[in-house]
């Protein structure tokens, strides 16, 4: 076989003013060397006398690289070519190609176990200071640890593709591989993690001896992952490696079990509190702890809640940046539970008027967040009356928001957070509702008489107008005829709410019913002013207008 160029450069030279600007150089394998080398033809190599080096793609990738890609299940000559590649040509070992990588790394991400046994090997068995081999024993491990421009090592690639044999084997021959990060700050064992390969975490941490080993991105670790990922195993076996993992805070300042606790896993909040209970009075960048993020999310993680208070009690006395203690937040997650576990533990008492910037209390979040948590409001040192920076009590705060629910007012009320409204003896009351009816039932007697006691006379015509009342084209007497059937309406639903209460009055809501009882009144009183008003105006000539004009300024 005749001797071929290893490979191909096409130049271009674009001219300007007859001069040379720039030249483009393309370098390209003839498709020989490229299906020999990706059918694995050694033979095919045997008379050619160039360094195997210069042949390359475009992409910089060598014979190695072509051959390693292009393997199916690493057949028994698949160590052959590789082994007589680099007996012909050393260097190709560590070449990269326009990407940065190497054999090892294609290898790796293939997963031939095999290739990158036999890469490995070579590596580290090449002489010291021999020329013809291109390798200096000195150079080895930087030749093994040689990374990619995204600083991924081989190992980062058999993680990443999940190959836990090949990662086995990289491990193995070259423990250090464990605890070098990427330049994205990814351990191997953090990929790992993140990915949820278990059984390749188990393996990794075998070989982890620095803390950069668990390193992740922003902070975080591969405990913070493995807790996201809900591994308690996982989570265990690293903590037993390197317990001081349980203070690390990612981003957003939180540890391990800011992420237990905000996801409500309580066997793994049991497991990081018994490595390290310091960690519960970590806050993250806002200053909530684990407790505050457990409590906000109600009653489904009261039992993590119930764990961190009872290994680290005191810790229910830290605020956030905002001065919000855990019965705050109790309160603002709507939990009536929470707010149950909060307020009923005597040692807690100091939470309950305790403000925070604002200067508002848990009973003033009560009234703003329309809170069912009403236990709070029972306890017997509670001050019903504390103002915020606003000057706001709860009352006030009932009356700016208009969200709360009757049963939030009727507790208001029934615990004396609402006296100043409702201050009238309930006897007063009742008295009141009984004279308001008595009330109501002449309105009606009167407003229905005067529906068939119309003013003005009727037609004496024959025809379908008759009998009919000869004012009602009038403008007066229409609006007597509404405002007397309004008047006469409210009066039978003031009479029918009076009697139902007879039957039925809902506790603690007697003060509301009497009030609305009191405006539907007065409210029927003004219209049956109304409907006198008018249906004089109705009767009175168009000659005496002045006279009907001053009988409704008399009236008004």
Known sequence: MADSPPSHEIQTVPETNDRPKQKDIITFMDAEWYNAAADGKIDKFDNYTEPLDLLRTPNKNTVLHVYITAVGNEPKESIEFVELVISKCPSLLVEPNIKGETPLHIAARFGHKNIVEILIHSIKKAPPEDPEKGVEASTSDKMLKKTKPDE??????????????????????YPEFANITNAAGESPLYLATVRQYSSIAFMILKKCTSSAAYAGPKGSTALHEAVISKDQDLTRKILEQNSSLTKEQDQQGYTPLHYASRFNLLPIVETLLEFDKSTAYIGEKDGKTPLHLAIFRGGSHLKVVEKIMSDCPDCCDLTDKSGRNALHFAVKSKSSRGVKTISEKPSLANLINQKDIGGNTPVHLLAAFGSPGLSVLQHHLVDKMAVNNENLTALDMVGKEMELSNVIIFRLR?????????????????????????????????????????????????????????????????????????????????????????????????????????????????????????GVYAVIPHSSSGLGAAICVIIS
């Open 152 to 173: 991924d090592t081989a190992l980062h690639e058999a993680v990443r593709y999940n190959h836990p044999r090949v990662v086995e084997t990289l491990i193995g021959e």
């Open 414 to 534: 029934t615990l004396g957070i609402m006296s100043r409204l409702d201050s009238v003896p309930l006897s007063d009351l009742r008295k009141a509702s009984e004279s308001y009816n008595i009330v109501a039932t002449l309105m009606a007697t009167v407003t229905f008489a005067a529906g068939f006691n119309l003013p003005g006379d009727f037609s004496d015509h024959d025809g379908p107008d008759e009998r009919t009342a000869i004012l009602s084209r009038k403008a007066a007497f229409k609006i007597f005829l509404i405002t007397d059937a309004l008047a006469f309406s409210i009066s039978i639903a003031v009479v029918f709410i009076n009697s139902s209460l007879t039957f039925f009055r809902p506790k603690g809501e007697n003060y509301t019913i009497v009030f609305a009882v009191t405006f539907y009144t007065v409210f029927a009183m003004v219209l049956m002013a109304v409907a006198f008003m008018t």
